[in-house]
């Protein structure tokens, strides 16, 4: 009698092994800079939204609209750091800061993976704008912003997102100036 037994033998279970852990090996870096890409599309389309909404709802509302970072939702935060949360409130007394009474008319997580920061590098604080107002006009006070989006993944390029006076948005791989943005600190 000739028995035949379905299975696998040890040495043919170590092949299919080392090839699996070959091809992870090849493919696992691959996917990190995949991940870190998506994070940054996903960040600069999630902080363009919020700016296209609060320039809309200045126009709208034919009222200052003040777009800022903030830990909580109640107050902009003082530093060049977008990487938190946003929010977007109408400034009624025209202060750039959220009174009691001003509406909150959005707010947005923003992807902690990410380093978003406007100004020259991460830790510049000195000319860094905090905030954005738009006006009944639809434009941005004061200079043009430049808001950089860094990876920790070194392979990844860098994303910046200008927002120039007159309201319009742009994406690029450099600043308003024109440099490449510095990502490390």
Known sequence: MNKRTAGLTLLELLVVVSITAILATIALP?????VAEARIRSGTSMLASMMTFARMQAVTRNTRVTLCPTEDGTGCGEANEWNRSIMAFEDANQN????????????REMNRHL??????DPDSTGKSRK??????A???????????FCSSERTTPAAVIILQNSGRIRLSD???SGRKPVCDP
């Open 96 to 107: 750039r800061r959220r009174d009691g009474e001003e509406e909150l008319l959005g707010f």
């Open 30 to 34: 691959s996917m990190s800079t995949l």
């Open 138 to 148: 639809g434009t941005a006070a004061g200079y043009t912003i430049s808001v950089k």
């Open 174 to 176: 450099r600043d308003g």
């Open 131 to 136: 905030r954005v107002v738009f006006s009944p």
């Open 115 to 120: 380093r978003i920061f406007s100004g020259a």
